[in-house]
């Protein structure tokens, strides 16, 4: 387990992250000297031949044609952008999470290939022309539609977040992931195309007693949740394509369901049949996971909604300040109950607040992106984001939380994250009084 | 590409059928899109089984007969007496351990209804063989289970569809509805803005634990 990489990867990428860490232990061990010039005149490794008054050779020759990438691929000095796991976490990679790289990624949509993955039972590989949505139960007439089928409904498109409800899952009982990657990564945000459900449920018309769906998917764990059908007549998307193109096979290809602002695992993939009934069905899913035991040994259960909460992507553990002087903090908020109306940050540990800008769209059961530029000279900082809601809702301190639901929850973390800014710009996962 | 080639013709053949007359059993609904299931393929498909009994098919099995196809199926990862080997799932104990600092969430210990044991196994177990028991099996895996974690005391039990839903798991007691928000809002007042808090120590640090992945662990 070698701590920084010489492993793989172009030699630029490997150098300058090489240089981050060890930019960061020299910067320690001088006591705390950091450059004050611009991140390119300090960060990365350089090769002079490329920059004033020399002519690169990009700036020369000719470069690749089109159809050298028929699928493009971000630059190769961005290999070090993707998805990690926690090995130690699951038992199986086919039984396991990995994390949305937030620290390396900006505005609120993420990117396809970087949605943090949530499987359990391995990646389902779905020949299109073989799929089928069956939807039975409590309907006039139990109904079959095709890929094609769904494609023929009046469609929408809509941006929402993803949360899995163990995101920060690990921080229950206290700081323990250095990266936000780490306590923050099972999130992200797409614009989805897809049927409004409802068309889809109508198509096959409900019976007056139903009240309880329950969407299945079609991999080898047949994930099965209950939902109330008034949220599935109210917002739920049966969803083909994820940011304009086919969803990706480890987010449900060809199609998922998509609840907005509730659990991710809810968002059932691969979705094969969705039954219509009378009375929840008490799946595994929603009794024995996805339940939130308290601190008396009762469980609170059926706990769909995503609260209010944000983050500071940067500076994170993974990505430290590198140069004093004017610098940014930058974060996501987000609330499973409406917009985000309001984000606060702190760098002193919650002594002091101040009104973060926010940037770009704010809409309801989405990411939201905020910023606060200012100035540092090397002072330690407790930095801390706390979003306020249009519901009204206010992301609570950890210890807030703590108070009332103990440490056993697992779920539902939706605490204010502290991140100490040491003087040497390295950042560290903390918690403070 | 099917293994029984026949089978994919005559398949082929019953849909070709199947879209004729999907035309004339066209859905109730306003768009006239998809077509009705036929009973054998929701048959087929309709897995799911309900706290009152409901999805049951008919069937049963021992404790004893559960033990067999346990040992054979499930101990690998499970363990014998279904108590969880290295970090896969536990199964079975964790009696009053909820309340406690290192709660043993188990079939026994925490899940409210039976059916979810019964669901959840046909579904998904043996991992990666999933759908692949026969009732039989399921219910003899069940009583198996319920023997374990000392619901059931007599290792002569039979689990069916008759005695099913009559079956209780000790915590379901213990379920309670959502209550939320259960920490201030607006409503309570807006929060402190400056001079909140005086003093800020830091409390706990991550590095101590020191359990973040290599970051250049590839996955």
């Known amino acids: 387990m070698a701590r920084q990489g010489s492993k793989g990867g172009s030699g630029g990428v490997a150098s300058r992250r090489a240089f981050l860490k060890g930019g960061v232990a020299a910067g320690a061990a001088a006591g705390g000297a950091l450059a004050t010039g611009a991140l390119g005149g300090s960060a990365m490794a350089q090769n002079a031949d490329n920059m004033a008054p020399n002519v ?16 493009g ?9 993707v998805r990690r796991n926690v090995e130690w ?18 505005g609120i949509i993420t990117p396809n290939g970087l949605c943090f993955e949530r499987h359990h039972g391995g990646i389902a590989e779905v020949d299109p022309a073989d799929y089928q949505l069956m939807i039975n139960g409590l309907v006039d007439k139990p109904m079959i539609f095709t890929l094609q089928d769904l494609m023929r409904f009046p469609r929408v498109n809509r941006i929402y977040f993803l949360e899995c409800a163990a995101n920060s899952g690990m921080e229950w009982r206290g700081a323990q992931l250095n990266g936000c990657q780490f306590t923050h990564g099972m999130v992200h945000c797409l614009m989805y195309t897809g049927v409004p459900l409802k068309l889809i449920l109508e198509e096959a018309g409900l019976k007056p007693n139903a009240k309880w769906l329950m ?17 599935g007549l109210d917002d739920c998307l049966v969803a083909f394509k994820m940011n304009g193109e086919a969803l990706r096979p480890e987010q449900g290809y060809p199609v998922r369901l998509v609840v907005p602002g509730w659990e991710g695992n809810m968002w059932v993939k691969w979705l094969r049949r969705i039954e219509v009934g009378d009375e929840p069905w008490h799946t595994r899913e929603e009794t024995s996971k996805y339940t939130d035991l308290l601190e008396d040994g009762k469980a609170r259960r059926f706990t769909w909604v995503m609260d209010v909460k944000s983050v500071v992507t940067n500076p994170s553990p993974q990505a430290p300040l590198l140069v004093k ?39 309801p059961m989405s990411l939201t992106r905020f910023y606060v530029e200012f100035d540092w000279q090397g002072e330690d900082l407790l930095l801390q984001s706390r979003a306020i809601d249009s519901t009204g809702d206010i992301q609570p301190t950890k210890d807030e939380l703590r108070a009332v639901r103990g440490t056993n929850s697992i779920y539902h973390n939706n605490g204010i994250q502290t991140w100490h800014v040491r003087s040497n710009g390295e950042v560290e996962n903390v918690e403070v009084s | 590409m099917s293994r029984f080639p026949e089978l994919a013709r005559v398949g082929a053949a019953t849909l070709a059928l199947s879209l004729l007359l999907a035309a004339g059993a066209a859905s109730a609904g306003k768009f006239g899109i998809g077509r009705e299931a036929r009973d054998e393929e929701v048959a087929g498909w309709d897995i799911d089984i309900r706290p009152d009994g409901q999805g049951l098919p008919a069937g049963s099995g021992s404790v004893q007969q559960g033990e067999e196809v346990f040992l ?31 709660p043993v969430k188990t079939v026994g210990s925490y899940w409210p209804y039976l059916s979810t044991v019964y669901d959840y196994i046909y579904r998904a177990m043996p991992f990666g063989d999933a759908q692949s028991l026969t009732p039989d099996e399921v219910y003899a ?35 309670i509805p959502d209550a939320r928000p259960d920490t201030p809002t607006l409503a309570d007042g807006e929060p402190c803005m400056s001079d909140c808090k005086g003093q800020v120590e830091i409390t706990g640090r991550a590095r101590i634990l020191d359990v973040t992945p290599d970051s250049d662990e590839s996955n």
């Open chain 1, 325 to 363: 002087g004017h610098n940014i903090i930058t974060g996501l908020a987000w609330s499973g109950r409406g917009t985000i109306d309001r984000v606060d940050v702190t760098l002193d540990g919650g002594n002091n607040w101040r009104t973060a800008r926010i940037d770009g769209p704010v809409l």
């Open chain 2, 141 to 175: 895996i069940t009583a198996y289970i319920l023997y374990m974690n000392d619901v059931v005391g007599d290792e002569t039990f039979v689990l069916s569809q008759e005695n099913f839903a009559d079956m209780r798991l000790p915590n379901e007691a213990n379920f």
């Open chain 1, 56 to 71: 690169a050779d990009w700036s020369r020759y000719l470069g690749e044609g089109v159809d050298a990438r028929p699928y």
């Open chain 1, 89 to 106: 976490l699951t038992a199986s990679p086919e039984s396991s999470v990995n994390f949305t790289p937030l620290h390396d990624l900006e």
């Open chain 1, 215 to 231: 969407p299945e998917g079609g991999d080898s764990s047949g994930m099965n949740r209950s939902v109330p059908i008034e949220k």
């Open chain 1, 73 to 81: 691929t971000p630059s190769e000095f961005e290999a070090h952008v």
């Open chain 2, 72 to 102: 054979e199926l499930c101990a690998a990862c499970h363990g014998d007496f279904a108590e969880g080997v290295d970090r896969w799932p536990v199964l079975s104990g964790g009696a009053d351990s909820l309340a406690s600092e290192d």
